[in-house]
């Protein structure tokens, strides 16, 4: 799975930042969320038709071809030794590939709806009209930003007002338009016209 991946690429590396990553890795979030540092949602179950939003998970964000196990493959990252020198520059490669992940051309201008983890750029979740969604709880904060295609800049509608959980399902037009936020580099851009609190009540058994 995608987001195991990025999880052991963000924590299983040595460097300071994987270090301070790996700490966290499964701490308790605040009594609020009930989540801990890596949580993954379940996809949740397919909408009518009438509905007008396709529901897609955050695999169908990579491009056909591309994968975070290929990138780290690429890399022999297993041959390196904790002490070895080669194991700090190849951190810093992974981080440029990962801010050059590109995205998937299928889903420019489409409409859609995807779950995920809030992450605020402008204020409170609460208040924020501008955000990241990420596939991992903990993603930008606990733990390194996961790959520019793996991460969602956010913006609500003009005009709407929106009620955020920390883990949210979203609906509106995503597009392949990168940014450069004080968070993460980001693949896509989302306007989104609705959100919703995720219900663990709503997704397919696992």
């Known amino acids: 799975m995608v987001c195991g991946a990025m999880m052991l690429a963000c924590i299983g590396a040595s460097s300071p930042v994987a270090w301070a990553a790996a700490d966290n890795k499964g701490a308790q979030a605040p009594s609020d969320s009930g989540f801990r540092v890596g949580d993954t949602l379940p996809p949740v179950k397919s909408r009518k038709p009438s509905a007008g939003y396709e529901d897609i998970t955050w695999d169908a964000l990579l491009p056909e071809g591309w994968s975070v196990e290929k990138v780290m493959d ?16 190849a951190l810093t490669k992974i981080r440029e590939m990962w801010d050059k992940a590109p995205a998937n051309p299928k889903l420019n201008n489409k409409r859609v709806s995807v779950a995920g983890f809030v992450v605020p750029l402008d204020g ?35 005009g709407n007002t929106v009620t955020l959980s920390p ?37 397919f058994p696992i």
Not at 137 to 155: L, T
Not at 175 to 182: G, I, L, M, N, Q
Not at 188 to 199: G, H, L, N, R
């Open 124 to 158: 409170e979740r609460e208040k924020t009209r501008e955000f990241l969604l990420v596939p991992y709880f903990g993603a930008c904060i606990h733990a390194p930003a996961p790959p520019a295609n793996q991460v969602i800049h956010v913006k609500v509608k003009a």
């Open 74 to 89: 690429d890399l022999k990252l297993n041959e390196l030794g904790d002490n070895d020198p080669k194991a700090r520059e």
């Open 167 to 203: 883990a949210s399902l979203l609906f509106g037009t995503i597009r392949t338009v990168r940014s450069d936020t004080k968070m993460a580099v980001t693949g896509y851009e989302m306007t989104i016209d609705k959100a919703e609190p995720f219900k663990p009540e709503d997704p």
